[in-house]
């Protein structure tokens, strides 16, 4: 990273990191430091910790980001994120976190790479009670799309017709189609049809297929970047959408650790788990925990 990225990147960080780093006897009020004048970033920096303020933007649909800047990618993102996101790179460099690169796709794929970091969402229920869970749990493999199987002939007795509740076959592909997630009713339904055992495992792979599966993909810190722009200024790429991203984009700043589609036309890999989700627009604050990072201090501290 060019030196004069990596002042941005500091800059205004400084009063937050001495604040922080007072002695027992001069503690501040708060160990909770904003980084910004809205206070959507704060720095917990004892606690080896980031806070983002957000609020639900989506509940259905593809998914490319878990949180983006406000008035980029809310259309594909669950939360929406009021603040810089320069700073909440800077705020993860304070906090010893390591970033690393995006994923790359030629001359053959290799996952996004930098630390761990760990990211929980919290948020108030309906009855008023604090809610804390991993992100993973709001994010499943997408249901919301066609599912096939090979089969070289459609049986006797099984009836494919154009209903939105029925079996499809592609007569030129030799596949057995499903859209979205089939319940157990429907595969008892379909598989009376017939007892032919090519049929019956291509049913029972489009019922496995479509079923809800939590993410368990780790976020890593790849770190963004920076450009230069015609006026001369440079600008942190992350701010027009890639903030945390479930889709890998060359210009993330926190993405998953395995292949996900960016996409459209291949199908997005994600969607939000909407019945785990809140309204829209509640308020949700998301922490960001570098992984390892105790240990690896520790460790310093001990060879010094």
């Known amino acids: 990273m060019r030196a004069t990225s990596l002042l941005i990147l ?30 959507t970033i704060l720095l917990d920096k004892p606690g080896g910790r980031v806070l983002l303020k957000t609020k639900i933007c989506l509940k259905e649909g593809v ?6 800047p406000r008035q980029t990618k809310e259309h594909e993102s669950i939360l929406s994120f009021d603040g810089e996101a320069h700073l909440v790179h800077a705020a993860l460099l304070a906090l010893g976190a ?4 995006p994923a790359k796709f030629q001359p053959k794929y290799v996952p996004p790479q930098g630390q761990t970091i760990d990211i929980f969402i919290n948020w108030k229920d309906a009855d008023g009670q604090d809610q804390r869970v991993p992100a993973q749990r709001w994010i499943r493999h997408a249901t919301m799309r066609y599912f096939e199987f090979p089969l070289e002939k459609v ?16 007569e030129f592909n030799k596949y057995l189609i499903w859209f979205g997630t089939m319940t157990k009713t429907q595969r008892e339904k379909f598989l009376a049809m017939s007892e032919d055992k090519d049929y019956q495992k291509a049913v029972k792979s489009l019922y496995e297929q479509g079923q809800p599966r939590e993410m368990k993909a780790d ?20 701010q027009d959408g890639s903030l945390i991203c479930v889709a890998n984009f060359s210009d993330a700043m926190i993405d998953i650790n395995v292949k996900s589609s960016a996409d459209n036309a291949a199908g997005l890999t994600f969607e939000p ?3 785990r989700l809140p309204d829209v627009e509640t308020e949700v604050t998301l922490e960001l925990i570098p992984r390892g990072l105790d240990k690896a201090n520790e460790k310093k501290e001990d060879e010094e």
């Open 273 to 275: 788990w909407t019945e």
């Open 219 to 238: 976020f890593v810190f790849v770190g963004s970047k920076f450009a230069k722009l015609d006026d001369g200024t440079e600008r942190y790429l992350a």
């Open 10 to 39: 500091l800059a205004g960080l400084a009063p937050a990191l001495l604040a922080q780093d007072k002695p027992a006897t001069e503690k501040p009020a708060t160990k909770l430091v904003p980084l910004n004048e809205k206070k």
């Open 98 to 101: 390591e970033p690393g690169g």
């Open 155 to 170: 049986p006797e007795g099984v009836v494919i017709e154009r209903k939105e509740d029925s079996l499809r076959y592609d």
């Open 63 to 68: 998914l490319e980001m878990l949180a983006c």
